[in-house]
């Protein structure tokens, strides 16, 4: 309890509600965008977080976070385009609601869902990660190197359609993460005598490139010039929900809430993939399945409930054993580490009033998401209509900038650039980017925690098996790398 109050005390400060707001914000418009992404906005804005402290950056980049979730809804709602993948489950009955004159009232529905699916995760977090943090506590280095492996499983969840791309993009993030000096000798690794490689590469410089400017290039040529006609509708029109309509999507949007948080947890899965399954769950259990695909309330409740649900839970083993649950988490993580707060075992009790005040601070960024989207999702509707002619210089400007501003180095520059053409070679052969950043973020943990286990046990490996946390471990590793590969087969075989 003491710990929650002067978490508390350091988080309500006026620096993180402005910080916070300035997030929603950014991500609001950027998940309206469709082909702007969560990602590319927090990678974008990433080295601006520098010079705050880590609550302030936090709040900045929960906020981008939390509100990217709904922000999708808002196209894929009124032009039935998704801004974001995870809003593909809202698109169908939310842009027939729209086709019947009611765009405000899907507006609405989502905006609520996401509030109660945020707040839920949210509370989640607050009362779950520190129980734990007390178990992973007891782990020791093996195990937290097993942890990390475990990790590292996450890249055959997110490879894509093809399972050995992905190991090569998770390889090539490993082999990235390696260049620089040996975490136990100090001696140079793969630098070739070039001075400016002997700390390695700046993980925000490579997630500039790998995904800011990566996705300006691989956007470029598409346009995104839409017709609003249904923007006289959302001003026009009430919005109002009916005590009959709230009925009906009570129990559909506590169980999407509940399956999102379990989804969430779980590495590798992912907000697209909860909305899908808890629109699915929802449809079965529904008396009223033929409005599915038509204008169905629950519809749009429990896919938009899932989605934001996972944003806490993703966070839980992220702040507990330092496992990213999915992209923008893991960049999240590259923001802790930055801070000087390192994921794991012992963040909670290093660090744990700075914990609470984070946790806390995702109730408050889940209320004033709701707050700015009742305000305002009249206005950030508008923003779907912005001509990507505009919108890429733009960017580029901002992702050199933030670039040249980590290290002000054009070496830095540079390094983005190159990073930038590798990430859209990778897309244009079928390799996700997705299993280097983790690849990269995960590599040195991994790798230190690896080498420190043989050094306690002389070289033995039976040090990995010789607690029963380890052994759980490797039985959950084995047992994850099977079922990807399961499904990965079996969905070779579908395609054939």
């Not at 601070?361 to 505009?390: C, D, E, H, W």
């Not at 830095?412 to 990778?426: E, M, P």
Request: charge should be positive.
């Amino acid at each position: 309890m003491d710990l929650f109050i002067q978490g508390f005390q350091q988080f309500f400060t006026l620096s993180s509600f402005v910080y916070m707001n300035i997030g929603l914000l950014l991500g609001l418009v950027f998940g309206a965008i469709p082909g702007l992404t969560v990602i590319l906005c927090i990678v974008l804005f990433l080295p601006f977080t520098y010079t705050m402290g880590p609550i302030d950056s936090f709040m900045f980049l929960l906020g981008i976070y939390c509100a990217g979730g709904y922000g999708g809804s808002i196209s894929a709602i009124l032009i039935n385009t998704p801004g974001t993948p995870h809003a593909t489950a809202t698109m169908a009955d939310g842009y027939a609601l729209t086709k019947m004159g009611q765009s405000k009232k899907a507006l609405n529905i989502a905006l609520q869902a996401s509030t109660f699916g945020g707040m839920f995760s949210a509370f989640t977090l607050l009362f779950f990660a520190p129980q734990v943090a007390k178990f992973a506590q007891k782990m020791g280095t093996p195990e937290y190197f097993l942890v990390c492996l475990f990790g590292l499983t996450v890249i055959a969840g997110v490879s894509g359609k093809s399972l050995i791309k992905g190991i090569i993009s998770g390889a090539f993030g490993l082999f990235i993460a390696t260049i620089g000096l040996d975490p136990m000798t100090g001696s140079t690794r793969f630098i070739f005598k070039n001075i400016n490689l002997y700390s390695g590469f700046d993980l925000v410089i490579c997630l500039i490139g790998l995904f800011a400017l990566s996705e300006v290039l691989a956007k470029s040529k598409k346009s995104n010039q839409v017709t609003l006609s249904s923007l006289a509708e959302v001003k026009s029109e009430s919005g109002k929900i009916s005590k009959k309509e709230y009925k009906r999507m009570a129990l559909p949007a506590f169980l999407s809430a509940i399956i999102g948080v379990i989804i969430g947890i779980i590495p590798g899965t992912g907000a697209s993939m909860a909305s899908f399954v808890s629109y699915d769950r929802a449809r079965q259990m529904s008396k009223h399945k033929d409005e599915f695909g038509k204008g169905s309330v629950e519809g749009i409740a429990a896919a938009e409930t899932a989605n934001n649900a996972v944003t806490g839970a993703t966070l839980i083993p992220l702040l507990t054993m330092g496992i990213p649950g999915d992209g923008a988490v893991a960049i999240m993580l590259g923001a802790l580490m930055i801070n000087g707060l390192t994921p794991g075992p012992n963040l909670f009790a290093k660090h744990g009033v700075t914990m609470y005040a984070i946790m806390i601070g995702l109730i408050f960024v889940n209320l004033f998401m709701y707050l700015q989207g009742r305000t305002l999702t009249k206005y950030f509707a508008r923003v779907v209509s912005i001509p990507v002619s505009i919108l890429t210089p733009i960017i580029v400007i901002f992702c050199f900038a933030g670039a040249f501003s980590v290290n002000a180095s054009m070496f830095d520059v540079g390094v983005t650039l190159a990073f930038a053409i590798i990430a859209y070679l990778f897309n244009k052969l079928g390799f996700s980017t997705i299993p280097v950043l983790l690849g990269l973020v995960l590599g040195a943990i991994t790798e230190e925690n690896f080498r420190r286990s043989l050094i306690l046990s002389d070289g033995s490996w039976e040090i990995f098996v010789q607690s029963p946390i380890a052994i759980a471990f490797l039985v959950v590793i084995f047992l994850t790398v099977a079922i990807i590969v399961g499904n990965k087969m079996k969905e070779s075989r579908r395609s054939m």
